[in-house]
């Protein structure tokens, strides 16, 4: 079946640091990957996607590329904020899985001053 | 333009109770997701509906059923309630233009959290 590994955190990094979160991945196929952030007290934001092979997602300053020969969708940034804490959630759908996703365990993140 | 709307947004039953949550997509949304987060098993799918009908099913017991309205707004029952039901139930919605919903993406609400005592 389908799974999702991520780095555990939390993570904690001084702002204007460089942050890596891994996330590698298990499927048959060839799967949309995702990363979605949550914020306290709040649902699941989609952060960015890649669908096909050598995409590259991008969005407020993070990135992931799909590299399907390592079956990998790290997330990077070059220089975070503190109002980049929140916790970070790879995750990927199956072809023709529909809005099945499959997540990881989620890394939290901590940008401090 | 609202987004996902889920109600209520806290709830606390006793085991054995049964309980109903609901959702409200984003107007033109027709597919409407759901799933369970918890601190132990992370996010886990529950089941997905698109036009009042149940396309896709996750991994969880009868106890948990959901429906889908005319309107696409739908609601969750968990019936007989256990401790281990205590969660955030977090409800998603799509576009799923053409039904090919794989490709859209999910804009979820804040969610319900439920303590079952």
Redesign the interface.
């Known amino acids: 079946g389908n799974s999702v590994t991520q780095m555990e955190g939390p993570v904690t990094l001084s702002e204007e640091a460089f942050l890596t979160i891994n996330c590698t991945y298990t499927a048959t196929g060839y799967p ?1 990957l ?1 990363w ?1 952030v949550q914020y306290p ?6 952060l960015l ?1 890649a ?1 096909k092979a050598d995409d590259k997602g991008s969005n407020k300053g993070f990135e992931a590329t799909y590299r399907k020969e390592t079956t990998s969708f790290h997330l990077e940034k070059g220089s975070v904020q503190v109002s980049d804490s929140a916790v970070y ?1 790879c ?1 990927l ?14 890394t939290q993140l901590k940008v401090e001053l | 333009k609202a987004g996902v709307t889920q109600t209520p947004r806290y709830l606390i039953k006793t085991r054995g109770q049964q309980v109903t949550l609901s959702c409200s997509p984003i107007s033109g949304h027709r597919s409407v997701s759901w799933y369970q987060q918890t601190p132990g098993q992370g996010l886990q799918f529950l089941f997905e509906y698109f036009s009042e009908t149940q396309r896709n099913k996750g991994n969880f017991p009868g106890r948990f059923s959901g429906r889908q309205f005319s309107n696409s707004r739908s609601e969750m029952n968990v019936s007989t309630l256990e401790l281990g039901d205590s969660a955030l139930y977090l409800c998603a919605s799509s576009l799923a233009v053409g039904g090919q919903s794989y490709n859209s993406p999910l804009h979820f609400g804040n969610g319900t959290r439920l303590t079952v005592t």
Not at chain 1, 41 to 46: A, I, K, N, V
Not at chain 1, 93 to 106: D, E, I, P
């Open positions: 949309s995702f979605y007290g709040e649902g699941l934001q989609l996607k669908t959630f995750a759908s199956s072809t023709g899985g529909g809005n099945k996703l499959t997540f990881g365990t989620g």
